[in-house]
C-alpha cells in the first residue's frame, strides 16, 4: 500500500478524531439504546474481524465460531462467581477468557483443521452443537438455567460506559490484528493457503502450524468479547451466548464485505448490524433473518468477492 | 440386561433409521452428483411436514396423501431455485462451498418463512391412528412409527430402483461418474441436475413427513436434522444410496439403544459427538462410495 504521505497522515487524523468520538459517546447521556447498539456494532465487529482470520485469509469457513464466544462467556461467569474480583480485575478477567478460548481451539484445531472445505465447515458447525449441549447438560455451568453474574458496584450508567469502552479498546485491538495480517507474513502465508494448500507447502510454507495459529488468533479476541459481553448482560444462558444465528451472522458480515481484507469484515459487521437492529426493533426479528437469508444468496450471486470489490469493479477499478 | 428391552430399542432404532435414511438419500444424491451441499434439505422436510399438519387439519387428509400434493409443490419450487440461484454459482472457484452458504441463505428465508406462518410452538401429527398399537408377543409396534418405516422403505428402494434401472437414473449416474464423457452420450446435464435436485426435494418432504411421525417439530428443529442428514451421509459415504439407506439404520439403532440407556439430553450430545469422531477419523464415509 503506497499512498501519498499527506494523505495517509489526514487519513490517521480522521481516525483518531473517529475513536474519540466513540471514546466520550457513553458519556454524553445519550439514550441507552444508542449506546446499547452501538456497543453491538463493536462486538460484530471483533466477531466478524477475528473470524476473517481463518476464514477470510486462510480460507477455511468456521460455521462455529460463537463456541468461543460462548466459552469467553462462561469462562468469565466462572472467574467472578467463584473469586471475589474487585471491578478492575473484573476488566482483566476477560483476557483469561480470550486465552482459554484460544487453547481450546488449539485443542480443537489441531484434529478439525486436517479436514478441507465443506468437512471443516460442518465440524466446526457440529462443534458449536456440541458445546452448547455439553454446557446445558453441566450443573456446575449453571445447565439449562443459565448463570447470574455478579454486577460491579457501581452506578448502571458507569458500569456500562466502562464495558463499552473495553468493548471498543478489543476492537481496535482485533482491527490492529486485521491489518497486520493482511500486511505481514503470516497473512501471506494464509492467504498462499487459501490459494492452494499443496503448492503453500511445496515453498516451504508450515500450512499446519499457520493453521492452528490463524484459528487460535481467531478464537482470542471472541473469547475475551464474549467475557466483557457476560458482564454486560450479568445473565447468561446456552440459548444466548451459543445461539447459532450469531455464527451464521459472523460468516455473512465477512464476506459481505470481502473476506480476506481487514475492512471488509469491519463494513460487513457495521452495516449488517445496523440493518438487523433496525429491522428487529421496528418491524419484526423475522423479516431481519428473510434479509439476511437473502443477503447470502445475493452475496454469493452478485458479490463473491464482498462489496468493496463490487464498488471497486463498478468504478473501473482493476481488482487486486 | 433387559433383552425385551433391548429388542424393543432395537425394533424403533430400525424404525428411527429408516426414517433418516429416507431424508438422507436426496442430501447423499445432490452432495454427490451435483456437488451441491443443500443445507436447507432438511429445511424443505420440515416444510413437508407442516404442509401435512395444516391439510390433516384443515380437510383431515391422511399425512401419507398429502405427499401427493406436496411432493410436485416441492419439485416446481427446487426446480425454480435450481434454476436462478443454484446454477448461477456452479461457475463459482469453489462450487461445493459455496452452495453451502448460498443454501444455508434458503434455510434462514424458509425458517423464518415458516416461524411467520405456523408460528414457533411444537406440533405433532395427530391421526386417527396415533395411538393404536401392534402388539405381537411382548413387542409393540406404534401405527404411525409403522407407517414411517414403510414409507421409507418404500422411498428408498424407489429411489434405488430408479437409479439403477431407469433411463433417467442411469443418465444421473453417468453424469456423476464421467460428467463429460456423458454429455458426448447425450446427456443433458443441466437437465439431470435439476430433475435430480427437484427429486432430492421431494423425498425430503416425504422424509420429513415421515420424521414428523416421530418427533414433535416447530420451525427450528430442522438444525437438529440437518446433523442426523450428515452423519447418515457421511457415514454411508456420499452418493451412495444403499450405503445411506444402511447408515440410516446403524444410527438409528444408536440412537435408538442410547434413548433406552441414556438420560435424554446426552442422546443428541453423544450423536454430536460421533460424527466429530467419524469426521477426523473417516471422512469418506465407512463403506466404499458408489452411485
Redesign the interface.
Known sequence: MVTPDSKSRRLVFWVLVLFIALAVFPWLGIPVYFVSLLFTVFLYVILATSWNIIGGFAGYLSFGHVAFFGIGAYTTAMMINGFDLSPLLTIVSSIPAGVVSALIAVIVGYPCLKLRGPYFAVITLCFAFVVDLGVKNLDILGGPEGLWLKSMDLPIDIIRAIFFEVMMLIMIFSIALGIWTSNSKFGAGLRAIKEDEEVAQTIAINAPKLKIEAFALSAFFPGMAGGVYAYYLTYIHTDIVFDMMISILIVLMALFGGGGTWLGPVIGAVVLTLINEGLSTFVRAEFARIVYGCLFIGVIIFMPNGIIEFFKRAKGVPPG | MNTVLVVRSLISGIMMGSVYALLGVGFSLTWGVMKV?NISHATFGLLGAFIAYTLLHAWSLDPILSLALSAPLLFFLACLIYRF?IV??TK?K?V???S???T??????????M??IWSPDPRLLTTSYTSKVLILGPLYFQYPRLAGFLMSLAGVLVIHFFLKKTYMGKAVRAAWQQPDAAQLYGVNLQRISMITFGLAISSAGAGGVAMAFLYAFEPHTH?LWL?YL?LVV?VGGVGNVLGTALAGLIIGVITGLSFAFLPY??V??LT??L??VI??FR?QGLFQSEV
Open positions: 451441499i440461484i448461477p454459482i463459482a469453489e461445493i462451498v459455496a453451502m452458504i448460498v444455508f441463505g434458503i434455510a434462514i428465508i424458509l425458517e423464518n418463512v416461524l411467520l438444525n446433523i450428515f457421511i439430553q446426552w443428541n450430545l454430536f459427538g460424527l466429530m469426521l477426523v471422512p
